[in-house]
């Protein structure tokens, strides 16, 4: 006969198991079809310097409808101020589908996302590093773009200007060739800056997002990349090496090798210290060094062959 003790730790032990898999079951994420969305989901991607500026939008077509224009008085009635008219629910047939002066999603479906690593500066205003909707409020000649703290909503049903984090103004181009589905782009791009172009219809509305020191971002990345691996000397190497070939900053190289050399001599940091002394002016030095590298290389199997011919093309005056 099972003891009421062994039948009820049997039990329990059953119960648990059975509650631990409907747990686990209940995770899983739920069955569903992806939407087939007459405005399609697209991403486009910039990179400036290390700063990687993300736009995530969807993308609504013309179809023969008014895109941009005043809302009549019935429309204009059914909300005050800036708040969205931007409700195909509530649209009726001939109203714009962007009325100017409201709050617009910049897109359709979920709110326009905007994603940028670094802090940078939109038409010369500061925004930090983060995720934001994107919203406009266009205008006929004036648009205000707006970077909210909420990216996370559905259009802008729920938009709250409380928490705007940015807003900036920007001059509205008519183009003559007409953009059917809508569109954002990066150009120009330069060293430092990318100018995003929203494009719908006849519109043309840029504005500029800049890094106001590309080198200095991506010092400070390497700084806490080196930090937070303190025994990969292969970093600060590639960053003496960054700085050596780069912008000849020798000072700054020699200091990043060091810190290289520290962590672990081998013969790649070796000579580049070699080489960044001999191109300081330190000659006897680097060649000091130049010694110390070609026998740690040799010690380690390395395929010094070349680093040799440099420092004997050195010796022979050959290279200066």
């Known amino acids: 006969m099972i003891s009421v003790k062994r039948f009820s730790l049997f039990h329990l032990a059953m119960l648990l198991a059975v509650g631990c898999w409907g747990h686990a079951f209940a995770q899983q994420p739920p069955l569903a079809i992806k939407p087939l969305r007459p405005s399609q989901k697209a991403t486009v991607m910039q990179t400036v310097g290390v700063t990687d500026i993300t736009i995530t939008y969807s993308r609504p077509p013309v179809k023969g409808r008014t895109i941009f ?64 909707s994107l919203q406009a409020i266009p205008g006929k000649d004036e648009w205000t773009i707006v970077f909210n703290n909420d990216p996370g909503q559905w259009g802008a049903f729920t938009y709250d200007s409380k928490k705007d984090a940015l807003r900036v103004k920007t001059k509205a181009q008519t183009v003559g060739e007409s953009q059917e589905w809508l569109e954002y782009t990066f150009d120009p791009v330069t060293d430092n800056s990318a100018t995003v172009n929203l494009r719908w219809e006849k519109a043309r509305v840029p504005f500029t997002v800049e890094v106001k020191d590309p080198k200095a971002v991506w010092r400070k990345r390497a700084d806490e990349m080196i930090a937070a691996n303190p025994t990969a000397g292969q970093l600060p190497q590639q960053v003496a090496q960054a700085y050596y070939q780069r912008d000849k900053n020798y000072d700054e190289a020699l200091k990043y090798v060091d810190q290289s050399i520290k962590i672990k001599e081998t013969f790649a940091n070796l000579s580049l210290k070699s080489n960044i002394l001999w191109d300081m002016g330190k000659k006897e030095e680097a060649q000091t060094v130049a010694d110390a590298a070609i026998a740690k290389g040799k010690a380690d199997n390395v395929n010094t062959t070349a680093f040799e011919k440099r420092v004997a093309d050195r010796k022979a005056a050959k290279v200066q």
């Not at 409700?87 to 910049?106: C, D, F, L, S, T």
């Open 69 to 132: 224009a005043d809302a009549p008085p019935e429309m204009e009635a059914r909300h005050k101020g800036e708040e969205t008219l931007d409700n195909q629910n509530e649209r009726k047939p001939g109203e714009p589908i962007v009325p100017y002066n409201h709050v617009w999603r910049a897109g359709a479906n979920e709110a326009t996302m905007f994603q940028v690593t670094d802090d940078v500066l939109v038409n010369g205003q500061p925004l930090k590093a983060g995720t934001y």
